[in-house]
């Protein structure tokens, strides 16, 4: 069973970066798409970015042009990188992994179903 890991969370203050890693734990294990998905207690979980194997990337509307992010295609690493962030992106940030062969699409920040979730990381941005 592929297992996900995040790091890479932590406290910044409004208009600092992080940059999020989410490991898988089978590097042979072709995926097709990964993507990262954030969730607060009030807004629930909702998608923040995706990038399919062959490059293509999709981001929410919140983030586009703050968020960056990226495949390790070898590794099976997804990273983001969280520039110029607001305290409203403090919440826990999970990734997600699409190994299985079914049809997909991707827009708004994800690629639909996914096969496996990380636990997440939190990340917490102060004003």
């Known amino acids: 069973e592929v297992q996900l890991m995040e790091s890479g969370g932590g406290s910044v203050q409004a208009g600092g970066s992080l940059k999020l890693s989410c490991t898988s734990s089978d590097s042979t294990t072709i995926m097709h798409c990964m993507g990262w998905f954030r969730q607060t207690a009030d807004k629930g979980r909702e998608p923040v970015a995706a990038i399919t194997r062959d490059g293509m990337s999709s981001y929410a509307a919140s983030v586009k042009g703050r968020f960056t992010i990226s495949l390790d295609n070898a590794r099976n690493i997804v990273y983001l990188q969280l520039n110029s962030l607001q305290p409203e992106d403090t919440a826990t940030y999970s990734c997600?992994?699409?190994?299985?062969?079914?049809?997909?699409?991707?827009?708004?920040?994800?690629?639909?179903?996914?096969?496996?979730w990380g636990q997440g990381t939190l990340v917490t941005v102060s004003s």
């Open positions: 997600g992994a699409l190994w299985n062969s079914r049809p997909y699409g991707i827009r708004g920040g994800t690629c639909g179903a996914l096969d496996a």
